[in-house]
């Protein structure tokens, strides 16, 4: 580990924004480095003296607030919270982390400020200007072994002090702060948390940040020196084929335990099946998380194999165990049972949530628990905290308020949408319009499109089945299953009359238009059919199938008949709970079919100006892909819950049509 100061970068935070930049500066670099802190883990402070609005000088606790991740803090991402209040607080002979949470917001500087740390308490305690803490792999690797305590003390010997686990929250800052009356010294470097991490100090910026890297450098030597540095290879050779139905028939079974959809992202690298595959490992990544606040992502423990129901149990039984013990615990409600990671020999490493953000945090934690894991078992085994400690924090209220500033999710939470034609026009309009309804979304089209957490573009050809076989199993593997099917993708030939209609056109459209969408719902059904919620298909039709226009004979007829396979669909596919509607959209000009050659040459088949043609309809208004998506969407979401095979159409209303 290498440290990352860079004078310059720092010396314009601190222009930019004085001292509170500078700490938001190094805070980054801590948070840039996963081996540190993971997915919103860890906290950093700094204490400042400022005038208040009656002028006098308060001494204040910049402290980060909770919700932000070290990797992007800013400094409004700190609260300021007055010094000498959190030194009365520690005077007290106890606290509930509730009150403390109270006291903390009721004495910032900014009402707008976010809450501050469960940790801030610890950070008043320690009399440098800077304090920085972390859950760095290298630690916890040493302090979650039996012998932890023995080792770190031969690692760090008297540069720091040493604390057993304690819950974090007040007791953890009222313990530190008496062992800091007890053994306090001014050239300590830090404190190290046996379970859960390390803290580093400072009077300056870089001398706190360098002190982190410093201590974790000396826990990654001794690993080396104890022959455990270096990861087991794993093995060179390809993955197995993707079991894709079996993949999305567990994301089923999670999706019923947990009661709602969720994803299920699946890695099956090299390094992901050689640990899963290892039952020494597994079962030793049953025993807990890495680090305390790991648990409300990833649950204390992973599923291993597929049997959720067992899982599902397994998690109620300890529920009821520990709420026992715990003061209050028959006010607690259980939460969904259902696992966040799966460690299957034949599927990988599979991680579980409502968001892609949260699939992407709980595979970057397993990830790292992985090397953990290894080397605590090479090292004698690994012992993390127990049962009942990793449960408080599970259903610490502190914890739990973390998650629930995340907001309420989304209509389409943990689902997964295919849509064709995705680059452009209505189904890049799809694409958005399910995206912003939080649906994982997997688009197909021969042109490329920007990849995102939620949004996976493939590029290729529809005609082509065996691209479309693979397609769908990256889908399932990206995000577990499918659940909404859009067919879009169409095309729409240069106007032709039936007499001059040549055999290849006639082809190609019915081999996109109708072919390529038939073979579709063929491979997704399988999929749909699998969707916690029931599947959906929306097909994109066209007005032309109620009012064919002259010269689009090829594109009518092909369109009818999706229309048409899409009925028996709706018949045949409804006992499976998946529901297939289609809209008839008229007059949207902003898609790739129409180009100014093609609008023109429509606008003279109606003997129109082109204006006059755009909003040639009932209501004289112009219809955008917009509309159309929005309207896609609601079709597939719950207003429409009690439809299928329906036509709709959405084209400002057209005479012939009406
Ligand atoms: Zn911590």
Redesign the pocket.
């Known amino acids: 580990m290498k440290s990352l100061w860079n004078e310059k970068e720092a010396d314009a935070c601190k222009e930019s924004d004085g001292e509170l930049g500078l700490r938001a500066y190094s805070s980054r670099l801590l948070g840039a480095d996963e081996s540190l802190v993971l997915a919103g883990?860890?906290?950093t402070s700094v204490k400042l003296s400022e005038p208040n609005v009656l002028g006098e000088d308060v001494e204040l606790l910049y402290v980060k607030g909770s919700g932000w991740d070290l990797s992007e803090i800013e400094p409004p991402g700190f609260a300021g919270v007055r010094m000498d209040h959190c030194l009365r607080l520690l005077e007290l002979p106890e606290l509930t982390d509730a009150v403390m949470l109270n006291e903390l917001k009721t004495h910032c500087t900014l009402a707008s400020a976010p809450t501050p740390s469960v940790?801030t308490l610890l950070h008043a305690c320690l009399p440098f200007t800077y304090v920085d803490?972390t859950?760095a792999d290298a630690v916890v690797t040493l302090t979650n072994l039996a012998d932890g305590e023995a080792r770190v003390r031969d690692v760090y010997a008297d540069r720091v002090l040493y604390v057993p686990y304690v819950m974090?929250g007040y007791d953890l800052a009222k313990y530190c702060a008496d062992l800091w009356v007890r053994e306090g010294r001014g050239d300590l470097e830090g404190i190290v948390?046996l379970k859960?991490?390390m803290f580093s100090f400072g009077q300056d910026a870089r001398e706190s940040y360098e002190r982190m890297i410093s201590l974790v450098n000396q826990a990654e030597d001794y690993l080396r020196t104890q022959g455990v540095w270096e990861l087991s290879l794993p093995s060179k050779e390809s993955p197995p084929h993707l079991d894709a139905p079996s993949l999305a028939a567990l994301r089923q079974s999670l999706s019923t335990v947990a009661g709602f959809p969720m994803l299920l992202r699946a890695n099956r690298s090299p390094r992901a099946l050689a640990f899963a595959r290892n039952k020494q490992w597994t079962d030793a990544h049953k025993r807990g998380t890495a680090?305390p606040?790991h648990v409300i992502r990833v649950k204390r423990s992973p599923l291993l194999g597929r049997d959720v129901t067992a899982y599902a149990e397994s998690y109620g039984e300890s529920f009821s165990r520990n709420a026992e013990k715990v003061a209050g615990g028959e006010r607690l409600a259980m939460l969904d049972p259902a696992p966040r990671l799966v460690l299957d020999p034949e599927l990988g490493l599979l991680s579980a949530g409502r968001r892609p953000s949260d699939c992407a945090v709980a595979e970057a934690i397993a990830l790292h628990t992985f090397d953990i894991v290894e080397r605590t078992e090479a090292l004698g085994g690994y012992e993390p905290v127990g049962e009942l400690d990793l449960f408080r924090m599970e259903y610490w209220e502190l914890e739990q308020a973390k998650l629930s500033k995340l907001g309420t999710p989304l209509v389409f939470a943990g689902e997964v949408a295919l849509v064709t034609g995705s680059a452009s026009g209505i189904g890049r309009a799809c694409v958005n319009s399910l995206r912003s309804r939080g649906c994982a979304v997997v688009g197909i089209d021969l042109d490329s499109a920007e990849p995102a957490i939620d949004y996976l573009p493939i590029v290729g050809d529809l005609v082509d089945s065996e691209f479309v076989e693979d397609s769908i199993a990256k889908a399932v593997e990206a995000f577990g299953g499918l659940d909404i099917l859009v067919l879009n993708a169409g095309l729409f030939p240069p106007t032709q009359r039936l007499e001059e209609l040549d055999d290849e056109t006639w082809s190609k459209t019915m081999a996109l238009n109708l072919d390529a969408n038939q073979r579709l719902l063929r491979l997704c059904h399988p999929f749909l059919k699998l969707s916690p919620i029931g599947g959906r298909v929306l097909v994109v039709g066209s007005k032309n199938v109620l009012a064919p226009g002259p010269g689009a004979a090829a594109y009518s007829a092909s369109k009818a008949a999706m229309t048409q396979v899409a009925r028996v669909a709706a018949l045949e596919w409804a006992a499976s709970g998946i529901r297939v509607n289609v809209l008839h959209p008229n007059s949207v000009f902003d898609t790739n079919l129409w180009t100014p050659e093609i609008l023109e040459k429509r606008a003279q088949a109606y003997g129109m100006t082109v204006e006059e043609y755009k909003c040639r309809n009932l209501l004289k208004t112009e219809v955008s892909s917009h509309d159309v998506a929005e309207a896609a969407c609601e079709l597939c979401g719950p207003r429409f819950s009690k439809t299928t095979g329906a036509q709709v159409p959405i084209d400002g209303g057209e005479e012939r049509v009406v």
Do not use: I
């Open positions: 883990g860890g906290n940790e803490h859950h974090p948390l859960h991490g680090t606040d």
